[in-house]
């Protein structure tokens, strides 16, 4: 069995792979957004970090709202969330999805602009929740949105201003929410599918350098989604999740992510054997 050699932290899977497998390759494990975090006590010995909720029935959540009213039950949402996860003895982390910019879906009633002032005032107040708790908060960088009418149009004919869009997508705003943020306890969560769907903005022969410079600041990285997605062809378009080393992802990133100093999570579970295969690559990297 593969030792994990060189991790500065124990390397975690998603709960899918269930407790037996998780405790047969000493992994640990996050309750994502599409799991009841009361519903998690058979994890709770490997349980470290949670995924805040981002959508509440048909509605994206927004503390970066410039409606008042929903900005503020959008952080009670959030800080509800983290108050029921923080039951569980080993979590340290939240993850947290950015607010939108702008989201025009017909469902979206209420919160559909969102200020960069507000998200940092958001985020502060969650953060300062989380404190008290002793939890560290994670910011995820968001997908682009290759909706179904735009998911074969050529990069340079989509034009991206009036889209649906989440701060903190390109490397340079989601880094500098975290520097505006300066808070001890809020650092970055990279997910390294969603980097892909970004970098399929831009040509071929700059997406490598897209996807790399979201590890520009590494001291700022500390957790990671870590996934494989396709830099190449149009399935990367999409948060493909797919296994460590089956996508296009230069393997130099994931070199990279093995040896941050952040939380690892893979974030997808297909089979033990596609599991053993990725363990096999991270030992090699």
């Not at 503020?72 to 949402?77: A, D, M, T």
């Not at 700059?206 to 957790?223: C, G, N, T």
Request: hydrophobic residues 35%; aromatic residues 10%; glycine residues 6%.
């Amino acid at each position: 069995m593969t030792k994990y050699t060189e991790l500065k932290h124990q390397l975690g899977v998603t709960a899918k792979a269930g407790v037996e497998t998780l405790n047969r390759f000493e992994l640990n494990t996050e309750a994502s957004m599409a799991e009841d975090i009361d519903e998690m006590a058979d994890y709770s010995e490997v349980l470290v970090s949670a995924h805040a909720p981002a959508i509440v029935g048909d509605m994206r959540l927004n503390i970066a709202s410039t409606d008042d009213g929903f900005q503020k039950r959008s952080i009670e949402v959030i800080v509800d969330y983290i108050d029921r996860a923080a039951g569980y003895p080993n979590v340290k982390q939240i993850n947290m999805h950015f607010a939108p910019k702008h989201w025009n879906g017909l469902s979206q009633s209420e919160g559909r602009e969102g200020t960069y002032d507000l998200l940092i005032e958001g985020i502060r107040e969650v953060a300062e929740f989380c404190d008290g708790h002793d939890i560290e908060l994670v910011l995820e960088n968001n997908n682009s949105y290759w909706t179904d009418d735009i998911i074969d149009t050529p990069h340079n004919q989509v034009d991206w201003s009036e889209r649906n869009e989440y701060f903190g997508m390109s490397p340079e705003q989601w880094q500098q929410v975290a520097v505006d943020v300066d808070r001890h306890n809020v650092g970055l969560c990279l997910d390294s599918s969603h980097v892909v769907t970004y970098a399929h903005r831009f040509p071929e022969d700059r997406r490598e350098e897209r996807v790399l410079a979201f590890l520009s600041r590494p001291e700022l990285i500390r957790h990671v989604h870590w996934n494989d997605n396709y830099l190449y062809d149009g399935r990367g378009r999409t948060d493909s999740h797919a296994p460590l080393n089956k996508g296009t992802l230069p393997t130099e990133m994931h070199r990279r992510i093995k040896y941050l100093d952040a939380t690892l999570l893979m974030e997808h579970f297909y089979d033990v054997e596609t599991l053993e295969e990725e363990l096999a690559f991270i030992d090699s990297l």
